[in-house]
């Protein structure tokens, strides 16, 4: 275990990409102040749906969560009230298996039922642990990815065959596994079956997926479910419905009279869905970096690459911890190459029988952990209002379209612009610029009239120099266009900030006192796991509001300034812009 802690105490850090904010993971991408979440950009036909994008204009592609949630349940027959004592016996068999195949328990942990109307499992430690001590290694063998899918005899042909991506390739092993009664991850599957997962997103019915009105959340959670469609309709005509099950799993194949239930359907695959969303992991398997420069150098940062791509991966046992605010990057699931395990620090100190935890992403916003967890921690900061830049403010002419193009092909398409408490950043402001700039900044900055959008090395130098400030009739249209967003994104909302805000604490103060009656019994009605779902949805919606009005009051400040003649390098002074040219256009 000396050698994790050491390998823990050099690897604090993890790869983090140039981009203005936040979400990432170990060999993730991140945002400033971000390093190491558990995040990961990977390219996939899924861009648009399984990702909550954001973080500045250098962010478009795919990321799957790198954490997890919450045990899961199975599809369409998700119970309105948890079965505790089915999911204890699954709890102890799991800790079994576990135990039999891990080569190092560096803690001593062991799964507890949590009690409250989310359900599930929680990791409490029997002995002590000091702050930075690793707190389980998990070993490669155990992992579920798309290798081990390929590599399945049941369902690693068709994988091949049918050329499915890594994301459908996972699906379908999860699907194979679970139905097996016999698969080497049996013990794990029945973990997965054996609680509620009726809280997560992408398996709400329609009253509550209301509740998302007028958000980007409803966006987003609707190409969700549009993914799962497509994907369905795609492991279908693969043919993974005739598999050949072993054990006599479900699928068509394997003989026998009897009917068995498909494989693939729209439910199971939703469920395969929820399951990796809110427990897979990201992690970086290869051994050798690439110390490569990224064309980012031009836009004043830069980044290096691995030798390899990050892989999804369900790592039993590590998803059973919960999330805390408080852990950070300091105790985020790695990989050791050398010892081929999977493992975690722990953030502080621990005392026997304390519940532990690790952390899902330092800069996961609210609504981030709701669509993809199903909770809102009430202890997050991370505020954030995911914005569509075109949303905002359009091209002004085709030499603009023309730079946002090439900004695409650099970094893909599909980057959200983050409004938060303060309104954007210097890079959202920036992209912004590049969308309403004149033909002659444009020109200052280094975009020529000419210029294509496969020429990205000179966007990138030109988003540099478009990052200060130059012409007042710009940041006057600039701020004009956040403005109206602002507002009328806010007015979009069925409900106001205030009213979110009372429903919260009169639903707190009602679970509060339900509590208190129960005595904290672990078995929750299915009023309270409503109201539940109901408070986490609120505190969400309640964040974005937050960053819309803080948009609105930024933006108010920086055109006071603007109107009553400060220097362009002082209108965003609390940003920390550069000095710009203070001649009008």
């Given at each position: 275990m000396a050698a994790l802690l050491q390998q823990a105490q050099q690897q604090q850090a993890a790869r983090v990409r140039a981009r203005a904010s936040a979400r990432g993971g170990s060999g993730t991408t991140g945002g400033a102040g971000s390093g190491g979440l558990a995040r990961v950009v990977m390219r996939s036909p899924h861009a648009a749906a399984w990702q909550c994008p954001h973080g500045g204009w250098i962010n478009g592609a795919v990321r799957y969560t790198a954490r997890r949630g919450r045990?899961?349940?199975?599809?369409?027959a998700a119970p309105a009230v948890e079965d505790g004592s089915a999911l204890e016996a699954a709890a102890a068999e799991f800790a079994a298996w576990y135990a039999a195949r891990a080569r190092d328990r560096p803690?001593?942990?062991?799964?507890?039922?949590?009690?409250?109307?989310?359900?599930?499992?929680?990791?409490?430690t029997l002995q002590p642990v000091v702050k930075g001590a690793p707190l389980l290694a998990v070993p490669r063998a155990l992992l579920m990815s798309a290798d081990t899918a390929r590599a399945s005899p049941t369902c690693g042909p068709l994988v091949e065959k049918a050329d499915l991506d890594d994301w459908q390739a996972l699906v379908l092993h999860l699907l194979c596994e679970r139905a097996n009664p016999a698969s080497a991850w049996a013990p794990y599957m029945r973990l997965l079956e054996s609680a509620d997962v009726s809280h997560h997103p992408l398996l709400w019915g329609a009253g509550p997926r209301a509740w998302l009105a007028g958000s980007p959340m409803a966006r987003v959670l609707e190409a969700r479910h549009q993914q799962v469609e497509r994907d369905a309709e795609a492991l279908a005509a693969a043919g993974a419905n005739e598999l050949a099950i072993p054990g006599g799993g479900g699928g068509g194949g394997g003989g026998g009279a009897d009917v068995r239930p498909p494989l693939v359907t729209r439910d199971s695959v939703a469920w395969a869905a929820a399951t990796l969303l809110s427990r897979a992991f990201s992690l970086y398997l290869a051994s050798e970096p690439d110390h490569s420069i990224s064309p980012m150098d031009d836009f004043g940062s830069w980044s290096?690459?691995?030798?390899?791509?990050?892989v999804l991966a369900l790592v039993p046992w590590a998803d059973l911890l919960q999330h805390s605010s408080e852990a950070g990057d300091a105790s985020v699931l790695r990989y050791d190459v050398e010892t081929e395990t999977a493992f975690l620090c722990a953030h502080r100190d621990y005392g026997a029988g304390e519940e532990v935890c690790d952390s899902y992403g330092p800069g996961l916003s609210p609504s981030d952990t709701l669509l993809d967890?199903?909770?809102?921690?009430?202890?997050?900061?991370?505020?954030?209002?995911?914005?569509?830049?075109?949303?905002?403010a359009r091209p002004r002419g085709p030499r603009n379209a023309a730079l946002l193009?090439?900004?695409?092909?650099?970094?893909?398409?599909?980057?959200?612009?983050?409004?938060?408490?303060?309104?954007?950043?210097g890079t959202g402001l920036t992209l912004l610029r590049a969308s309403l700039a004149g033909d002659a900044e444009l020109v200052r900055a280094g975009w020529r009239p000419r210029s294509a959008p496969g020429d990205v090395g000179l966007a990138a130098r030109a988003m540099g120099r478009l990052s200060a400030p130059e012409?007042?009739?710009t940041e006057a249209a600039l701020l004009d266009a956040l403005a109206?967003?602002?507002?009328?994104?806010?007015?979009?909302?069925?409900?106001?900030?205030?009213?979110?805000?009372?429903?919260a604490a009169a639903l707190e103060a009602e679970a509060r006192a339900e509590g208190e009656r129960s005595g904290g019994a672990a078995a929750a009605p299915p009023e309270a796991r409503e109201r539940?779902?109901?408070?986490?949805?609120?505190?969400?919606?309640?964040?974005?509001?937050?960053?819309?009005?803080?948009?609105?009051?930024?933006?108010?400040?920086?055109?006071?300034?603007?109107?009553?003649?400060?220097p362009l390098d002082e209108v965003y002074a609390e940003l920390g812009e550069g000095s710009g040219d203070d001649d009008d256009e």
């Amino acid at each position: 275990m000396a050698a994790l802690l050491q390998q823990a105490q050099q690897q604090q850090a993890a790869r983090v990409r140039a981009r203005a904010s936040a979400r990432g993971g170990s060999g993730t991408t991140g945002g400033a102040g971000s390093g190491g979440l558990a995040r990961v950009v990977m390219r996939s036909p899924h861009a648009a749906a399984w990702q909550c994008p954001h973080g500045g204009w250098i962010n478009g592609a795919v990321r799957y969560t790198a954490r997890r949630g919450r045990a899961a349940a199975s599809p369409g027959a998700a119970p309105a009230v948890e079965d505790g004592s089915a999911l204890e016996a699954a709890a102890a068999e799991f800790a079994a298996w576990y135990a039999a195949r891990a080569r190092d328990r560096p803690a001593e942990l062991v799964p507890r039922r949590a009690s409250g109307p989310a359900g599930g499992l929680r990791m409490v430690t029997l002995q002590p642990v000091v702050k930075g001590a690793p707190l389980l290694a998990v070993p490669r063998a155990l992992l579920m990815s798309a290798d081990t899918a390929r590599a399945s005899p049941t369902c690693g042909p068709l994988v091949e065959k049918a050329d499915l991506d890594d994301w459908q390739a996972l699906v379908l092993h999860l699907l194979c596994e679970r139905a097996n009664p016999a698969s080497a991850w049996a013990p794990y599957m029945r973990l997965l079956e054996s609680a509620d997962v009726s809280h997560h997103p992408l398996l709400w019915g329609a009253g509550p997926r209301a509740w998302l009105a007028g958000s980007p959340m409803a966006r987003v959670l609707e190409a969700r479910h549009q993914q799962v469609e497509r994907d369905a309709e795609a492991l279908a005509a693969a043919g993974a419905n005739e598999l050949a099950i072993p054990g006599g799993g479900g699928g068509g194949g394997g003989g026998g009279a009897d009917v068995r239930p498909p494989l693939v359907t729209r439910d199971s695959v939703a469920w395969a869905a929820a399951t990796l969303l809110s427990r897979a992991f990201s992690l970086y398997l290869a051994s050798e970096p690439d110390h490569s420069i990224s064309p980012m150098d031009d836009f004043g940062s830069w980044s290096w690459d691995r030798a390899g791509a990050d892989v999804l991966a369900l790592v039993p046992w590590a998803d059973l911890l919960q999330h805390s605010s408080e852990a950070g990057d300091a105790s985020v699931l790695r990989y050791d190459v050398e010892t081929e395990t999977a493992f975690l620090c722990a953030h502080r100190d621990y005392g026997a029988g304390e519940e532990v935890c690790d952390s899902y992403g330092p800069g996961l916003s609210p609504s981030d952990t709701l669509l993809d967890y199903g909770f809102v921690d009430a202890g997050a900061a991370n505020d954030r209002y995911d914005a569509a830049p075109a949303d905002i403010a359009r091209p002004r002419g085709p030499r603009n379209a023309a730079l946002l193009a090439a900004l695409d092909r650099l970094q893909g398409e599909g980057a959200m612009l983050p409004l938060g408490r303060s309104g954007p950043d210097g890079t959202g402001l920036t992209l912004l610029r590049a969308s309403l700039a004149g033909d002659a900044e444009l020109v200052r900055a280094g975009w020529r009239p000419r210029s294509a959008p496969g020429d990205v090395g000179l966007a990138a130098r030109a988003m540099g120099r478009l990052s200060a400030p130059e012409s007042r009739a710009t940041e006057a249209a600039l701020l004009d266009a956040l403005a109206a967003y602002a507002a009328a994104a806010a007015a979009a909302y069925p409900t106001t900030l205030a009213e979110d805000e009372a429903e919260a604490a009169a639903l707190e103060a009602e679970a509060r006192a339900e509590g208190e009656r129960s005595g904290g019994a672990a078995a929750a009605p299915p009023e309270a796991r409503e109201r539940h779902v109901r408070l986490q949805v609120l505190r969400a919606l309640a964040s974005e509001k937050l960053c819309l009005a803080g948009t609105a009051a930024a933006v108010a400040r920086w055109r006071a300034r603007l109107e009553g003649g400060a220097p362009l390098d002082e209108v965003y002074a609390e940003l920390g812009e550069g000095s710009g040219d203070d001649d009008d256009e």
